[in-house]
């Protein structure tokens, strides 16, 4: 039954879910451009509109249902005690034009959770503007132009980009107004050292490098590269969106990483499913402190009391407010349960099963793994190219594995790997789920073989089959609810 047929054919005239007092004010007057004629809402009960909500609500799937095996997003199961203390009437009742002395406690959680990032990252300053990855990317970037105009290097506007980076790095340096320079890999996965050199002049404001880059392999050559580029009078943008790899083991800012943002909301445990919410905090190094956008929080130490400051040569603003302020109260959480050891822990574990899944993807033999030469870090990227399936794509694959209850890994990305598949465990997942999922796709690569439009059909279970997404995108058929005249006479 379509949504519309259904929730119009529940509808009954006169039905509410509620019951308004009369007002005790005078009304005010709706302005004329404000209304509508006719507004086709279907008039239902309490119940029934929470029973419909919540159907609609079990045909999702999401983390605390299943697997999630999205590479290179992070989406793991995340403690329920961080939603407790963000729902903590202090955090979540204040208002951002409150003045300071009335929201220390959270100023207070603010400058703190600068000072562990800077810590765990190896950076001298933090700023917890950026309310996003990318948008922490886009401020790395300005950070590093601000500070080399500030050196009278006007002709400077190439940032230099891995083909192995994230996909939003050459979109933050267009957003920027720069130009990017794409950088190929070599045949272990690593920027490719010659090329880079190649590219190389001093019209370059540096390189961004995700590490571990999107291929779940660490840059073995990251050293080398920092250098180079700084010889040129470059700098190095580290794209933290895979940090859950290495926090504890290794620290960006000792290898030569000059900015990194950090996303809260993958490494340090917001949940981010459906585009939200998120958090990109940056840290740079003492030479790139004053360009930080601002204000940041900061602690006077005479007055003993937490205050609002601007960066000597701050870029400004790059939020009208800290909006995000409940990742922050998460990210604070689980930094503070898990410290120092249960940090590294946790990228260590995330490690070992993205190897244990590669090794048995390598012994299973089905779906190659272009590096499986190498071990990997968080995620290990496989192809969906079956021997003796050749008209099976990736996709189908990926629509296979919902009838097994499990959510498709990421596909057709990185870019460089031919029919994709990007799979990330996390850390949060144990050997019974991994190797359920492994024996699914061993299954789906039998099936590729004896019966491949059984895959071309995929999903037969699921409550929406198979859509045409470029299609749609193209050519939306947009549909017109029935008026409330129409749905009555139903």
């Known amino acids: 039954m379509k949504f519309d047929d259904y929730i119009y054919d529940l509808s009954?005239?006169?039905?509410?879910?509620?019951?308004?007092?009369?007002?005790?004010?005078?009304?005010?007057?709706?302005?004329?451009?404000?209304?509508?004629?006719?507004?086709?809402?279907?008039?239902?009960?309490?119940?029934?509109?929470?029973?419909?909500y919540l159907r609609l609500s079990q045909k999702n799937y999401a983390v605390d249902k299943g697997f999630y095996p999205l590479g290179s997003c992070t989406m793991k199961y995340n403690p329920k005690v961080n939603e407790w203390a963000v729902r903590l009437p202090g955090f979540a009742n204040i208002h951002p034009l409150q003045h300071p002395h009335t929201v220390q406690g959270a100023m207070g959680l603010m400058y703190e959770l600068q000072e562990m990032i800077g810590e765990i990252a190896g950076f001298d300053a933090v700023s917890l503007q950026p309310a996003a990855g990318a948008h922490g990317e886009l401020t790395g970037v300005l950070i590093m132009r601000a500070a080399q105009l500030a050196r009278g290097e006007t002709q400077r506007h190439k940032v230099l980009v891995p083909d192995s980076a994230h996909g939003t790095n050459p979109a933050s340096t267009s957003m920027a107004g720069f130009t990017a320079v794409e950088i190929p890999s070599d045949k272990d996965g690593n920027v490719h050292i010659e090329a880079l050199k190649a590219a190389l002049d001093d019209e370059v404001i540096g390189i961004m490098i995700t590490n571990p880059n999107t291929l779940g392999l660490f840059e073995s050559n990251i050293v080398e590269v920092c250098e180079l580029v700084h010889e040129a009078g470059g700098l190095v943008y580290g794209d933290g969106a895979n940090l859950n790899a290495i926090v504890g083991i290794v620290r960006p800012g000792d290898l030569g990483i000059d900015v990194m943002h950090f996303n809260?909301?993958?490494?340090?445990?917001?949940?981010?499913?459906?585009?939200?919410?998120?958090?990109?905090?940056?840290?740079?190094?003492?030479?790139?402190?004053?360009?930080?956008?601002?204000?940041i929080v900061a602690l006077n130490e005479a007055e003993d009391a937490y205050i609002w400051h601007y960066p000597e040569k701050s870029i400004g603003r790059i939020k009208s407010f800290y909006g995000n302020f409940g990742v922050m109260v998460r990210a604070y959480a689980y930094i503070k349960m898990h410290g120092a050891e249960g940090l590294r822990r946790v990228s260590e574990t995330a490690v070992l099963n993205a190897n244990y899944l590669q090794a048995r993807l390598l012994q299973m033999g089905d779906y190659p793994v272009p590096y499986g030469h190498r071990f990997c870090k968080h995620e290990t990227v496989?192809?969906?190219?079956?021997?003796?399936?050749?008209?099976?794509?990736?996709?189908?694959?990926?629509?296979?594995?919902?009838?097994?209850?499990?959510?498709?890994?990421?596909?057709?990305?990185?870019?460089?790997?031919?029919?994709?598949?990007?799979?990330?465990?996390?850390e949060t997942e144990d050997k019974e789920t991994i190797d359920a999922f492994l024996d699914a796709?061993?299954?789906?690569?039998?099936?590729?073989?004896?019966?491949?439009?059984?895959?071309?059909?995929?999903?037969?279970?699921?409550?929406?089959?198979?859509?045409?997404?470029?299609?749609?995108?193209?050519?939306?058929?947009?549909?017109?609810?029935?008026?409330?005249?129409?749905?009555?006479?139903?």
Do not use: C, W
């Not at 909301?265 to 930080?292: I, M, N, R």
């Open 264 to 295: 809260l909301h993958k490494t340090f445990s917001t949940p981010h499913g459906g585009g939200g919410p998120g958090s990109g905090p940056v840290g740079v190094t003492a030479e790139l402190a004053p360009f930080l956008p601002g204000p």
């Open 12 to 52: 009954s005239p006169g039905r509410t879910g509620v019951d308004l007092p009369e007002p005790d004010v005078p009304p005010t007057p709706i302005p004329e451009e404000f209304l509508r004629e006719d507004l086709p809402l279907p008039e239902l009960s309490l119940p029934q509109v929470t029973r419909h």
């Open 441 to 490: 796709l061993d299954k789906i690569a039998d099936e590729a073989r004896e019966n491949p439009d059984l895959l071309h059909e995929a999903p037969h279970h699921a409550p929406v089959r198979r859509l045409d997404e470029v299609r749609a995108a193209r050519h939306p058929i947009l549909i017109r609810l029935p008026s409330a005249k129409a749905a009555s006479e139903r």
């Open 382 to 426: 496989a192809q969906g190219k079956i021997a003796g399936a050749e008209d099976v794509r990736t996709l189908d694959i990926a629509k296979r594995l919902i009838d097994y209850d499990f959510h498709p890994p990421t596909i057709y990305f990185p870019l460089i790997v031919h029919e994709a598949l990007m799979i990330e465990p996390t």
